[in-house]
T-cell receptor, first 114, second 111 residues
Framework: DQQVKQNSPSLSVQEGRISILNCDYT??????FLWYKKYPAEGPTFLIS?????DKNEDGRFTVFLNKSAKHLSLHIVPSQPGDSAVYFC?????????????FGKGTKLTVNP | DSGVTQTPKHLITATGQRVTLRCSPR?????VYWYQQSLDQGLQFLIQ???????AKGNILERFSAQQFPDLHSELNLSSLELGDSALYFC??????????FGPGTRLTVT
């Protein structure tokens, strides 16, 4: 039972254009959502997060949108740069007994072409 | 650099053996989380410790155990290793429990 789904295993965009990475979830108890970027042979790097009480959070070139009714969130990268090429993981958290374990999607590999 | 360190970076061992993975959290972080990433799988939560106490367990096998020491570093012990235990093991730490910062991981290969 996959509670966080990233249905696109890969995405390819041109440098300077917008990259849109999507994520769907099933558990309505999730109250915090995060995006991580991962390069090969490195650990995931925290990018941006959003609380369920918001519908948008922006940080530089990165914006995360949350649609609670659709149980969907997306990460927009504008403009995309070749250095953004990496695997992006969507993660969600639901507080349970004081724990904030993250549930991850399987990732989307983004390739930004020069 | 997230500030989370993990050793060793790579580990190759045989089936049936036991290994210990080590993690040092970021300075000031009381929570340590362990995750496993197998081939074609996302990161799977294994276990969380908070200030020395176990706080949550995920899909962690009985052959696996962990602890967090008074200096807040943590160790993940994997015993009776099987081929299927080959994976990347990540440690993460957090101060507020939500935004978790990951170490570089330990790649375990069981032959």
């Amino acid at each position: 039972d996959q509670q966080v789904k990233q249905n696109s295993p890969s995405l390819s965009v041109q440098e300077g254009r917008i990259s849109i990475l999507n994520c769907d979830y099933t558990n309505s108890m999730f109250d915090y959502f995060l995006w991580y970027k991962k390069y090969p042979a490195e650990g995931p790097t925290f990018l941006i997060s959003i609380s369920s009480i918001k519908d948008k959070n922006e940080d530089g070139r990165f914006t995360v949108f949350l649609n609670k009714s659709a149980k969907h969130l997306s990460l927009h990268i504008v403009p995309s740069q070749p250095g953004d090429s990496a695997v992006y993981f969507c993660a969600a958290s639901a507080p349970q007994g004081g724990s904030e374990k993250l549930v991850f999607g399987k990732g989307t590999k983004l390739t930004v072409n020069p | 650099d997230s500030g989370v360190t993990q050793t060793p970076k790579h580990l190759i061992t045989a089936t049936g053996q036991r290994v210990t993975l080590r993690c040092s959290p970021r300075s000031g972080d009381l929570s340590v989380y362990w995750y496993q990433q197998s081939l074609d799988q996302g990161l799977q939560f294994l276990i969380q410790y908070y200030n020395g106490e176990e706080r949550a367990k995920g899909n962690i096998l009985e052959r696996f155990s962990a602890q967090q020491f008074p200096d807040l570093h943590s160790e993940l012990n994997l015993s009776s290793l099987e081929l299927g235990d080959s994976a990347l093991y990540f440690c993460a730490s957090s101060v507020d429990g939500v935004e978790q910062y990951f170490g570089p991981g330990t790649r375990l290969t069981v032959t």
